[in-house]
């Protein structure tokens, strides 16, 4: 199945190679809306960043129990064809991921499940109970979610609350979120925040005063980029 990703290039006179910035939309969107919604291309101006922005689906960025292989085609198809054709540093220390809500979700998941992969996630307003809970709610949204995680997914693969106590402490890439405290998922980021707390597991966790909207994320993921180059090691 061919896929789209749109991708930020620098405007640098440096050829590279550039740190890669894995910029995940949540539901219902798709590889257009960063652009379109925010002002991320002005955000990452001046740095050694590329920045891809692809196009999820309604995936949850997870190899379905029933359905596409979206994990396998981010981590695995994306990354080999971005590191293919773009003068990028092709490593761990080079690659980061970020979303909101189901792409908040999808940074972790991809994050925690190839650790090798990626140094680095950030989740705004993430869905970080998706995969924890057995599905439930509104029948269609049920039918869905049982067809992406299987009718009881705690403990799987998909469950980040697992996921966060598998991981070994030298591999564990550096964790950010952030929720609105107006935003419904307050209480599942709250949760994962005292699970990660529990575990002793490192990471920054903050809540801000917004709701689920592009006016929270255009100003938070700002300070995502800042999290990421500290990482990365790049400056502008």
């Not at 590191?83 to 092709?90: I, K, L, N, S, V």
């Not at 972790?108 to 190839?114: C, S, V």
């Amino acid at each position: 199945m061919q896929r789209t990703a749109w991708v930020i290039l620098p405007d640098a006179a440096e050829p590279g190679p550039y740190a890669v910035l894995y910029l995940l939309h949540g539901l219902s969107d798709d590889h257009t809306i960063w652009m379109r919604r925010t002002s991320i291309e002005r955000y990452v101006s001046g740095l050694p960043l590329i920045v891809v922005m692809p196009d999820g689906g309604r995936s949850f960025y997870v190899n379905a129990v029933d359905g596409p292989a979206y994990e396998t085609a981010m981590v695995d198809d994306l990354v080999n064809t971005i590191d293919r054709f773009f003068p990028t540093r092709a490593e761990r220390g080079g690659r980061c991921l970020a979303g909101l809500s189901m792409g908040g979700y999808g940074a972790f998941r991809l994050a925690l499940g190839n650790p090798t992969r990626y140094c680095s996630a950030v989740s705004h307003s993430g869905a970080l109970g998706y995969g924890h809970w057995a599905p439930g709610g509104d029948p269609e949204w049920a039918h869905e979610a049982r067809r992406i995680l299987g009718p009881d997914p705690a403990g799987g693969p998909n469950d980040l609350f697992a996921l966060a106590g598998q991981v070994s402490p030298e591999l564990l890439p550096a964790l950010r979120f952030d929720c609105g405290t107006d935003d419904f998922l307050l209480d599942s980021n709250r949760a994962f925040h005292a699970h990660l707390e529990t575990l002793g597991t490192p990471h920054t966790y903050a809540e801000y005063p917004g709701d689920h909207n592009w006016e929270y994320w255009d100003l938070h993921v700002q300070e995502a980029i800042s999290f990421h180059a500290e990482r990365l090691g790049i400056a502008r």
